[in-house]
């Protein structure tokens, strides 16, 4: 049997998450719906809106896979770095084609590995944009190593027992033999309809 190759920072992603759990559910109180799409082995690619620094914590609370989150560089030379690097995220130059990134991200993929990204590739922070436009990086990643992308949609307040904050999981689906402008496509309406879906069950409440 193959050796599991282990990569930077799955100690500290262990040994750190099952205490973020906890806190982060008592004190902002997500919904979590349909959590149980996202494989519980071979290599994923789950990708989302950005909307807060706090999205990743939403799918680390969904699983109990190793999430290797690509993160800007900017995160790395902040207060934060040492979280960002203790729990095995990847610094992603944004001023560049950052090629060294990628091939990380990659190697986890093809070892059967988890990958968090968000394809706007920056938080969105405008009030009238939706959704922002999508880098290719998810898709092609994806293509290169047959990983299945894992969609997910979040909506609603990072505040204190928050009562609207939900992230929902949507069907994972492969490229296959899509060209990467239909994947990436299907992935941005994917995940809108994911956000509007949340929308639409709040407005219910």
Request: overall charge positive; glycine content about 6%.
């Amino acid at each position: 049997m193959k050796k599991k190759k282990r990569f930077k920072g799955e100690i500290g992603y262990f040994m750190l998450t099952p205490i973020m759990r906890v806190l982060f559910r008592l004190y902002y109180n997500p919904t979590i719906i349909n959590k149980k799409v996202i494989p519980k082995k071979g290599p994923i690619l789950i990708a989302g809106n950005h909307k807060h620094v706090y999205d990743q914590c939403l799918t680390i609370m969904a699983t109990h896979r190793i999430i290797h989150y690509m993160a800007k560089k900017e995160y790395f030379d902040g207060k934060m770095a040492w979280f960002f690097k203790l729990v095995g995220c990847i610094s992603v130059n944004r001023q560049i084609k950052d090629t060294h990134a990628t091939e990380q991200a990659l190697e986890i993929l093809r070892n059967d590995g988890a990958i968090g990204l968000f394809p706007e590739g920056t938080r969105n922070k405008t009030k009238d944009v939706f959704l922002l436009p999508f880098k290719f990086g998810t898709v092609s990643m994806a293509k290169k190593t047959n990983a299945t992308i894992v969609p997910f949609g979040l909506t609603g307040d990072y505040k204190f027992r928050s009562k609207n904050l939900t992230i929902r999981y949507g069907e994972p689906f492969k490229v296959g033999d899509m060209d990467l402008e239909t994947a990436n496509k299907k992935l941005y309406e994917e995940i809108k309809s994911l956000m509007e879906k949340n929308l639409e069950e709040e407005k219910k409440q």
